[in-house]
T-cell receptor, first 114, second 110 residues
């Protein structure tokens, strides 16, 4: 089945370290998103990309960067991790052709910054 | 500002009881609204959208523009409905950007 996958699923890192979270999809979708989920705050959009050459900031992009290496891959980087970036990170995809708003989510990456 | 408010963090009911998960939004244009659900150990998935006017797993939601609400309802809750529910707003016609509420955890007791 076509899917959205995220690696790693869990990560512990130290303050100041650079880390990368990866997202891959086999759905053939053109649009990809990164969210973070925090207790009591719901999901907040970090970055989104509508195709390989299109990258847009979301609601909370400070401290993060992204790379759309291919239509199927969208990576999120924390250049210098800090403890308040401890959260559950979700990647999602959507398809322009199939209509708006149905976003398909990956299983999430749980990140702990010490 | 565009915002989605889910006033209840936790809603607990017994099996067979009616359920209403509240969602209010602020947006001056014509919004498109959705409910997403996250069952335990599963990924977030779309439950229903207002433009489809559909009933999924017995849940319905009606967009009330006068009250700016999109409450999720089910007449008889089941234990398998226990999950985290997120209301979401799409306020930008040209994108698929979603604004999520903070979520409501529904617990259905036997």
């Amino acid at each position: 089945d076509a899917d959205v996958t995220q690696t790693p699923r869990n990560r512990i890192t130290k303050t100041g370290k650079r880390i990368m979270l990866e997202c891959s999809q086999t759905k053939g979708h053109d649009r990809m998103y990164w969210y973070r989920q925090d207790p009591g705050l719901g999901l907040r959009l970090i970055y989104y990309s509508f195709d390989v050459k299109d990258i847009n900031k979301g609601e909370i992009s400070d401290g993060y960067s992204v790379s759309r290496q291919a239509q199927a891959k969208f990576s999120l980087s924390l250049e210098s991790a800090i403890p308040n970036q401890t959260a559950l990170y979700f990647c999602a995809t959507s398809d322009t052709a199939s209509g708006k708003e149905t976003q398909y989510f990956g299983p999430g990456t749980r990140l702990l910054v010490l | 500002a565009q915002r989605v408010t889910q006033p209840e963090k936790l809603l607990s009911v017994f099996k067979g009881a009616p359920v209403e998960l509240k969602c209010n939004y602020s947006y001056s244009g014509s919004p498109e609204l959705f409910w997403y659900v996250q069952y335990s150990r599963q990924r977030l998935q779309l439950l229903l959208r207002h433009i489809s006017r559909e009933s999924i797993k017995g849940f319905t939601a009606d967009l009330n523009k006068g009250e700016t609400s999109f409450h999720l309802k089910k007449p008889f809750a089941q234990e398998e409905d226990s999950a985290m529910y997120y209301c979401a707003l799409s306020a930008d016609y040209n994108t698929d950007k979603l604004i999520f509420g903070t979520g409501t955890r529904l617990q259905v007791f036997p």
